[in-house]
Nanobody, 125 residues
């Protein structure tokens, strides 16, 4: 059973930066995709980006490409979401998710089996 725990959320001013972490535990050997999603109040959950746990392929939503970067440290068992140039519309609860055996084209829409509890990010002056 894969377990995910997010941290690092908070309040940040527009234009600021924040780094979220997702601590990963459990059997993640081979084939897992680690994704970040977000859900703003009153809106549907949306894909932010993802990274392959074994390897370095990444993919981003158009809305965050060039501002957000996903990375991983497999030794520490952690996935990161570095956010810069934050905008008020980035305000949401951010979730880490994991799924095995997802092909690249399906990363945004796959049915992820494992989810963290979420961490709130608020961008406001």
């Amino acid at each position: 059973q894969v377990q995910l725990v997010e941290s690092g959320g908070g309040l940040v001013q527009p234009g600021g930066s924040l780094r979220l972490s997702c601590a990963v535990s459990g059997p993640t050997g081979g084939g897992y995709v680690m994704a970040w999603f977000r859900q703003a109040q009153g809106k549907e959950r949306e894909f932010v980006g993802a990274i392959r746990w074994s390897g370095g392929n990444t993919r981003y939503a158009d809305s965050v490409r060039g501002r957000f970067t996903i990375s991983k440290d497999t030794f520490k068992g952690t996935v990161y979401l570095q956010m810069s140039g934050l905008k008020p519309e980035d305000t949401a609860i951010y979730y880490c998710a994991a799924q095995r055996g997802v092909i690249f084209s399906n990363w945004p829409s796959a049915d992820y089996s494992y989810w963290g509890q979420g961490t709130q990010v608020t961008v406001s002056s």
